[in-house]
């Protein structure tokens, strides 16, 4: 556990773009929150390969996103059951699962459907907080925690290097 906040701080303070971590942290909640094998996460590691996205950044997300999920399970169906229940779209989902590309999505699962709606609800607000939030680290808190003295000693001790080392 320890590491994995040593290599999420490495990941923030190097020198990639904020909008690329930001980015992976972001697509890693679709496979995070849904089943791991299902179609729409082959289209999200597509994207991953084609953009540049810190891969870091996505996979440390998404251990996250996946034990946050178990969580929100409850929730993804209620979500997915009110979605799926509505009366106006009975015929859209019929035809949908009429069709056998569309069953093999998984759709018509409720929790599939509602991790798969919070995960691309929440993508873009995602994305934004944390270009945000990352910015604001390396810009105020990393400058401060640079600068105190006491942090400059904790750096230059044997401990720092071996916590270092053991993440790596």
Known sequence: MLSQIIKFIQIISSETAPVQISAGIALAMIPGFTPLFSIHNLIVLL???MLRINIAAFMLALALFTAF???L???FHSIGQIILTQEGLQNFWTELYNSTFWRLTGFNNTV????LIVSLVALVPTLLLGNFLIRHY???ILVYLNNSSIFKAFKSSKLFTKIVAAAE
């Open 73 to 75: 399970d409850p929730a």
């Open 112 to 115: 599939v459907m509602g991790s």
């Open 138 to 140: 390396r810009n105020d």
């Open 47 to 49: 994207v991953l390969l």
């Open 69 to 71: 999920a178990y969580l």
